[in-house]
């Protein structure tokens, strides 16, 4: 069986005060449903917290067939050996990053809602791009705002793997992949969801389901 047009990508809280209390959490949401990724995205930790964050998650993800993302530094994903990493526009650039993960390994790039970074990075070897954030967020500052469009328009026109990010929870996801998303990366929506993380992805993965019967209703003649 093919694996679903549009799937689920996990985003760590941007704070992890015991890792091995957050392993237990993570696993209750990998165990859940469909879940393609996780990214360690800890913003304010040091060098050694991040380590720390790997070591003890980086089991669980892979446990579940889930690919190990890390956020911003290249160098130390390559160093920890996870699967791969994401940066954003602020970050090392893309051949940096390339160069340091090597060809095996994944490389996502932040593309806000512009068509245009996103094109130079697919055309670079990027192996998804980002666009967000398509509804408000209080994960991270997002500087820009994304209509669901850019995600028909890409999905018409490219190759490389999209992933929508920003504010994404089960009541607003299924338009997104209905739209053509080929990942939705999530960190609040599941964490911090009222009924627990479980709860979450179940819900997510059947609104990804309902969009991708909606996707391809519309693409019949």
């Known amino acids: 069986m093919p694996p679903p047009a549009c799937r689920l990508y996990l985003i760590t809280p941007p704070r992890l005060e ?8 993570l696993e209750a949401a990998l165990s859940a449903g469909d879940v393609a990724a996780v990214q360690v995205r800890l913003k304010d930790a040091s060098e050694a917290e991040i380590t720390e964050a790997i070591r003890v998650l980086g089991p669980v993800v892979r446990a579940h067939d889930a690919a190990l993302i890390l956020n911003d530094d290249p160098a130390l994903a390559a160093r920890l050996d996870c699967d791969g990493v994401h940066v954003g526009q602020s970050d090392a650039p893309y051949a940096q990053a390339r160069r340091l993960m090597g060809r095996d390994r994944i490389v996502g790039v932040t593309c806000h809602d512009s068509r245009h970074l996103a094109m130079e990075a697919a055309e ?19 500087p820009t705002r994304a209509e669901p469009e850019i995600l028909s328009v890409w999905q018409e026109t490219m190759e490389t793997p999209c992933v929508a990010i920003g504010g994404i929870t089960p009541e607003n996801a299924r338009g997104l992949a209905a739209a053509g998303a080929d990942f939705l990366a999530v960190s609040a929506g599941v964490w911090s969801h009222p ?10 993965n059947a609104a990804i389901a309902a969009g ?6 519309a693409a019949l003649p």
Request: no cysteine; proline share 5%; net charge negative.
């Open 124 to 142: 670079q070897g990027a192996d998804y791009v980002a666009f967000g954030a398509f509804f408000p967020t209080t994960t991270k500052d997002a």
């Open 195 to 204: 009924a627990g993380e479980a709860a979450a992805v179940k819900a997510l």
């Open 212 to 217: 991708l019967a909606d996707r391809a209703g």
């Open 18 to 25: 015991d890792p091995a209390a957050f392993a237990v959490r």
